[in-house]
C-alpha cells in the first residue's frame, strides 16, 4: 500500500532526489566509486558542495556578503554555536516552544540572556505579539517555526539589533528576505535534506565581535575559511540536499512551493475546522503552514488510540502528535504532495462517519 509520510523528522523527501542518490551510492555519475567513498577533496565532490550552495544562493536569493555552511551536530549544537560566537554581553530570546528553551538554555551559559516573550502559558499555541527588542542586546533569537507545537512567524519581522533564526522546519517553505536576518540555521531534515547535515547562512560581519577564545570546530571563522571542508563534510548528505535542491528549483523555487504549500494547509486546517471531532490546537493566526496539529474535542478523547489505528491501516505514517502536545501533528513539508493531504482528510471524514 502507498504511505503517506507524515513524519516530522527526518521526514519525506522527493522521489527523484531518493532515486538519485540510490544510483549514486552505487556508482556516481559513472566515476565507478560511490558518493560515500570518494574523497571529499576530490574535483567530483568539489563540484557537488558547490552546485548545492549555488542552488541554495538561488532558490533563496542570498546576497554575496552572506556564507553558507554545511556543518555537523544538527540545529542543537547551532544552539550552543551562536551564542558562542555571538554573545558579548547580553542576548534576547523569544520563547515559543521547546526548540527556543533549549536554545534559550545553552545561550545562558554565555552571558545575560533577556526573554523578551513566551507562550509557555498556553503551552505554546500561539506567537507572542507586541514584545519589546532591547537594543542593547547582541542578536535576538527566534525560531521561526515551532515544530512540536505548529505555530510559525510567517513574515520577517523588523529587528534593531542582529536577527538569528533557527528556520530548520520551514527553511525553503517559503521566500525569506535574507537581508533581514544576520544568521539563519537548521538541520536539513525537515525540508532539504537527510539528517547529518546542517546549514548556516551567515553575514560575516557579525562575527569577531566576542572576547572569549572560541574552541575550533565551533568557530563560524573556521568553517567560512575552509568553505564548510575544514574537516570531512556529510558528503552523502550534501549529495541528497542537492538532489532535494534540484527538485525544488524545477517544480518553481520557493515562491511555487509556499502556493502549494499554503493549499496543502489550508486543505487540513479546513477540515479540522469543520469537524465535529477533531479540533486545532494553535490559535489561527499563529498556525503553521509545515506542522498541522490536532487532537480530539472533549467528547471523543477516548477515540485517539482508535484513529490512530485506523489511520494507520489506511496509509498513514507518523501523525502521532508529540508527547508535550499529544494528540496528531501532520507534517505536510515541501516534498509531501497534496494527494497525501487529501487522503488524510478522507480518512478523518470517514473515521468521523463512523464514529461520530
Ligand atoms: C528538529 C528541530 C531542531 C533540532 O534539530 P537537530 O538537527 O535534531 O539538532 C531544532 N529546532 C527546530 C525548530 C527543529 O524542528
Redo the contacts with the bound molecule.
Sequence with gaps: MKKHNFN??PCILPDVALENTAKAVVDLDGTGLSVLTISHRSKEFDAIIEETKALWRELLNIPENYHILFLG???????CMVPYNLLQKKAAYLDT?T??S??IKEAKLFGEVEVVASSSDKNYSYIPKGFNIPTDADYFHI??????YGTEIKEDIDCPVTLVA?????IMSRPVDIKKYGLIY?????NVGP?GV?FVIIREDILGKVERQIPTMLNYKTHIDKGSMFNTPPCGAIYTMRETLKWLKGIGGVEKINELNKKKAELLYNAIDNSKMFVGTAEKDSRSIMNVCFVMKPDYKEKEAEFLEFAKNAGMVGIKGHRSVGGFRASIYNALPIESVQALVDCMKEFEKQNA
Design positions: 516530522a523528522g551536530g544538527g540545529a542543537s549544537l547551532q544552539f516552544g526548540w527556543a533549549k536554545a525560531t521561526t517555526n515551532n515544530t512540536i533557527d528556520m530548520s522546519s520551514d537548521g538541520g536539513a531534515q525537515k539528517a546542517t
